[in-house]
């Protein structure tokens, strides 16, 4: 002998009206009213908290903790990326709000591009070197140098700066393969081209040279036999 009574069911859904004000793909703005490990919680409506995961924060910055890029009370911009009616959950993301570097590392770094960055990291089976603000290279222990390399620690430390040719372009799997190696062996060919090229272009005015001494010195020969003939 009981009978449930409620409240809110006397009003509209929030929930519902927000999917409809808000879809997927809508910019909102909202404070930001907690942070966790995983993400920070964003008031968007009164009452309506959406969630930006740690993943949908930035496109290249390696972020160990939310409170990295945001704190308590924070006004930030989201992009809407997924609304729950029923469970009463909404995904927000900040990265989405611009377009992933990614997208046009190919056009930015072609292959056979020189870069010049500095080293954010040193391993074991390589050089780590960033290119742009979030965005890394790996030099492999094999294109260090045009000699053997053992430890990548013997040849460079963290914020040295690197000159290194682009060899290899992932963007998908977000990987650019960088070697100094292939650099040196290019400059190489480059300064064995200009020689040739100054070699060739030399040779080129020396027989002109001769060439043109040779007709000046036959010009002034038959001048001294034309000037004799007129004497006599």
């Avoid at 390399?149 to 290194?164: G, I, N, Q």
């Avoid at 060739?200 to 000037?227: C, K, P, Q, T, Y």
């Amino acid at each position: 002998r009981r009978i449930s009574l409620g409240l809110k069911q006397t009003e509209p859904n929030p929930w519902q009206a927000l999917a409809e004000q808000h879809p997927v793909g809508t910019h909102v703005k909202g404070k930001v009213k907690s942070i966790t490990d995983f993400g920070v919680f964003v008031e968007i409506e009164p009452g309506i908290d959406g969630l930006v995961h740690i993943s949908d924060l930035s496109w290249t910055k390696k972020i160990r903790h939310p409170s990295e890029i945001a704190k308590k009370g924070d006004e930030i911009e989201a992009v809407v990326l997924g609304i729950d009616v029923e469970n009463e959950r909404v995904s927000l993301g900040v990265k989405q709000l611009s377009q992933d570097p990614w997208d046009t590392i190919s056009e930015r770094y072609p292959l056979n591009t020189r870069i010049n960055g500095k080293v954010s990291s040193v391993a074991d089976f390589g050089v780590f070197v960033e290119i742009e603000e979030g965005i890394e290279g790996l030099i492999h222990i094999s294109q260090l140098s045009n000699e053997r390399v053992d430890k990548p620690s013997s040849l460079y430390k963290v914020d040295d700066p690197v000159e290194a040719l682009v060899v290899q372009l992932e963007p998908k799997e977000r990987r650019i393969g960088l070697s100094v190696k292939a650099l040196k062996q290019h400059e190489e060919r480059e300064e064995m081209q200009a020689y040739v090229k100054k070699e060739h272009e030399a040779a080129r005015f020396s027989m002109g040279d001769i060439l043109n001494e040779e007709l000046r010195l036959d010009r002034d020969d038959g001048g001294r036999r034309a000037g004799k003939g007129r004497t006599n």
